[in-house]
C-alpha cells in the first residue's frame, strides 16, 4: 500500500479507517501490478495507468465505504452488456460499465472478501479488454 495515501488519510481521521485499510488491503492483495493514488479525495487504484476503482471515503460522516468500479474518468462507449458478471450480488450497477459496492462495516467486508477479491481481478480483465 501506497504511503503516501496512509498519510492522507492519517489526516482526515475517517471513522472508518479499519474498513478503509481492510479494503485497500484486499484490493491490492487481488492484483499485484495495482498502483494505488489519491484521485477525487479517496483512495484511487490504477492498472497500467488507467483510472479502475476508486474508494469514496468523503464525505467523512456517511455511514459506509463504497468502492466505485470504473473505466476511467472520461466518459465512453457503453458496452452492450454489463463489464463483468457479478453472481455475488455485491455491485449496483449504475452504467453497463461503472459499478459501485458499498461496505458499512468490517464484519460485512470480512464476509465478502473472496467475492471482492474476485470482481477486483474480473473487473480489471474485462476493463481492460474494452479499450
Known amino acids: 500500500m501506497n504511503p503516501e495515501v496512509s498519510l492522507f488519510l492519517d489526516k482526515i481521521n475517517h471513522p472508518l479507517r479499519t474498513e478503509i485499510d481492510k479494503l485497500r488491503e484486499i484490493i491490492v492483495s ?9 484521485k477525487w479525495n479517496g483512495p484511487n487504484y490504477t492498472f497500467h495507468d ?30 452492450k452488456e454489463k463489464l463483468i458478471k457479478d453472481s455475488s ?30 470482481i477486483v481481478k474480473l473487473w480489471l480483465k474485462a476493463s481492460n479488454s474494452t479499450k
Open 50 to 79: 488507467e483510472d479502475r476503482i476508486t474508494m469514496r471515503v468523503q464525505p467523512i460522516t456517511q455511514k459506509q465505504i463504497q468502492l466505485i468500479f470504473h473505466r476511467g474518468a472520461k466518459k465512453q462507449e457503453q458496452p
Open 89 to 118: 450480488g455485491i455491485l449496483v450497477w449504475k452504467e453497463n460499465d461503472r459499478a459501485i459496492a458499498g461496505f458499512k462495516d468490517l464484519g460485512e467486508i470480512e464476509i465478502k472478501r473472496f467475492a471482492l477479491e474476485a
Open 30 to 38: 487481488a492484483e499485484q501490478t495495482l498502483a494505488e493514488n489519491i
